[in-house]
């Protein structure tokens, strides 16, 4: 059963404008995260992995229709067993999830035309 659903889409350009405000990338992102990110990258891979992984955070908290107030790092993005992206969720994020009786979250994440987009399928 379809517990949830959420679509985000996210501009590169205005996104790496959001990446030079003081304490936006360590307010988002984990440290495990940025560990993952790829290395030596160029800095338009390092953008589009970037706003690829906030849309899918963004699509992540409109599919489980949670208040703005949840810790961003309630949410990371890791790769899954063959590459593919797959969260890992804890407090706040983790009991809105169990509340919504999820048993898994599928994500998929895109790049093209300048945008990053990701949708987020809960099942139950």
């Known amino acids: 059963m379809i517990r949830g659903i959420g679509l985000d889409i996210v501009d590169l350009s205005r996104f790496g404008e959001s990446l030079t405000r003081p304490g936006f990338v360590d307010r988002v992102f ?20 970037l706003a690829g992984r906030f ?22 993005l890791r790769p899954g067993e063959n590459g593919q992206p797959e969260f ?26 300048g945008v990053a987009a990701a949708v987020v399928v809960l099942e139950g």
């Open 30 to 49: 984990a440290p495990a995260e940025m560990t993952r990110a790829p290395k030596e990258a160029s800095a338009a891979r390092m953008l589009d992995y």
């Open 55 to 76: 849309a899918a955070k963004e699509a992540l908290a409109k599919a489980l229709a949670t208040p703005r107030d949840l810790s961003w790092h309630d949410a990371q």
């Open 88 to 113: 890992v969720l804890s407090g706040g994020v983790r009991t809105r999830a169990e509340d919504l009786q999820v048993k898994h979250v599928h994500v998929s994440i895109t790049h093209d035309g």
